[in-house]
């Protein structure tokens, strides 16, 4: 594992543990030698983040669609800042550089790649480990819905089990770096992205 891609808030919610958490996720990742691939911004969860990673002296990569570069809220301090033309650009590529996902609290964006991302796995289209950075129980509801997607038959088991939760961001890495997922083989081919 070189490179995690991380789904964060472009702000900082209402409490300080968000932003202390993300910071310490950063850290984390960079005393393992771990790089960054995220959004690409400069503000909110995404930025403390990204700082983080590169004050502790590694890689981050973002990736940001050219309508929200020029809003100026790309981080210009990065490693490497790549500019694209839609969301689903910007999605395909980070999923294609990172070796797995944490997901810290956000918005209806982070929500939406978390989905989307586990959604992958469960067909197959990678087989890369998807977690929760659990903080302050702001994802508590969403897994519950999730148990609830289970118990009722509409979500099978083992993308569930395959979605690694932990509140503490070195534990939860070292989780990352062990665990193998039980979806399908992937069916799509992501090198030429």
């Not at 991302?117 to 519950?144: F, M, N």
Request: proline letters at 4%.
């Amino acid at each position: 594992m070189k490179r995690l891609c991380v789904f964060a808030g472009s702000r900082f919610g209402d409490r300080d543990d968000y932003r202390i958490r993300a910071e310490e996720l950063g850290t984390e990742m960079a005393k393992r030698g771990l790089g960054l691939v995220y959004g690409g911004g400069k503000v909110g969860l995404m930025g403390v983040l990204a700082d983080a990673v590169l004050a502790g002296g590694q890689s981050v990569i973002g990736i940001i669609p050219r309508a929200l570069a020029r809003d100026e809220v790309a981080h210009d301090g990065v490693t490497e800042l790549r500019v694209v033309n839609s969301m689903h650009e910007r999605k395909a590529q980070m999923a294609s550089l990172a070796d797995g996902f944490v997901t810290l609290p956000g918005g209806i964006g982070t929500l939406e790649e978390i989905c989307e991302i586990l959604t992958w796995a469960q067909l197959g289209i990678h087989r890369k480990p998807c977690a929760i950075l659990e903080v302050a129980s702001y994802y508590q509801p969403l897994l519950q819905f999730l148990d609830r997607q289970v118990e009722t038959g509409f979500l099978p088991a083992f993308t569930r089990d395959d979605l690694l939760v932990d509140n503490n961001p070195a534990a939860l890495i070292e989780r990352l770096r062990t665990h193998e997922p039980t979806a399908a083989e992937p069916k799509l081919d992501w090198s030429g992205i």
